[in-house]
């Protein structure tokens, strides 16, 4: 069974940064498609980034340029680097996992199996 566990939320003041990290356990890591997705109140989940085995990223529009996914295999975590961080940021911030080989990475919320529990990101104006 595969349990990914978020951390790295918080409080901060927009323009400010913020990593959060998501750590695997079960499976193998370094065979996860990896994303990071968040839900405002009364809001859909969105896409932010993600990541394929191989390293391949992707960025939502929303945030291209100021947040950046990496991963590193050897910890089993995959990271969100938030700069610039803006009010309409804030959310409920949750990651998500499959096994997945393929070229690009996985972008729609029905494409992962395995999800976190979310950490809450709040940025004040």
């Known amino acids: 069974q595969v349990q990914l566990v978020e951390s790295g939320g918080g409080l901060v003041q927009a323009g400010g940064s913020l990593r959060l990290s998501c750590a695997a356990s079960g499976g193998t890591f370094s065979s996860y498609a990896m994303g990071w997705f968040r839900q405002a109140p009364g809001q859909e989940r969105e896409s932010v980034a993600a990541?394929?085995?191989?390293?391949?990223?992707y960025a939502g529009d929303s945030v291209k340029g100021r947040f950046t996914i990496s991963r590193d295999n050897a910890k089993n975590t995959v990271y969100l680097q938030m700069n610039n961080l803006k009010p309409e940021d804030t959310a409920v911030y949750f990651c998500a996992a499959r096994t997945w080989y393929g070229l690009s990475p996985l972008i729609r919320e029905d494409e992962y199996v395995y999800w976190g529990q979310g950490t809450q990101v709040t940025v004040s104006s």
């Open positions: 990541i394929n085995w191989s390293g391949r990223t």
